[in-house]
């Protein structure tokens, strides 16, 4: 399993989150379990990304709503983009994945499970957040 995939796949578990309202130990393993993840890089790369984002939520919404346009609410952004957002902020702040290769794979990402209007969205999202703390 290349990164992109374990990325794609650690989305989907944050989708997962979004939507069950859960996060804990057994959820991420029952969650590897469930869709046979043997490759051992990714699954250290899922776990490091179920782990941070849940660590640093708090920041990493912050960090969302702070660059939101002003009438926007975090509330108003469905499940899908909000869960490719905590993805790609968790790894431009805390993992120190290089920008344009986060900002790359979350557009792909949005274009691949978002409605039509997510790759910009998210695309404009990142490049405030990367301006900001990059």
């Known amino acids: 399993m290349n990164r992109s995939e374990a990325r794609d796949m650690a989305f989907k578990f944050l989708y997962q989150v979004e939507v069950q309202k859960e996060n804990n130990e057994n ?4 969650f590897l379990e469930n869709n046979e993840i043997q490759d051992k890089e990714a699954k250290k790369y899922i776990l490091n990304v179920a782990r941070g984002v849940k660590e640093n939520l708090e920041n990493i919404t912050i960090i969302i709503e702070k660059n939101l346009k002003q009438d926007w609410k975090i509330e108003r952004i469905s499940k899908v983009t909000l869960a490719i957002l905590k993805l790609a902020i968790y ?28 790759p910009v969205f998210v695309n404009g999202i990142l490049a405030s957040v990367v301006k900001e703390n990059i």
Do not use: H, S
Not at 109 to 116: M, T
């Open 91 to 118: 790894e431009i702040i805390y993992a120190k994945i290089p920008f344009k290769v986060v900002i790359n794979e979350a557009v792909e990402l949005a274009k691949k499970y978002g409605e039509d209007t997510a």
């Open 27 to 30: 959820v991420i393993d029952l």
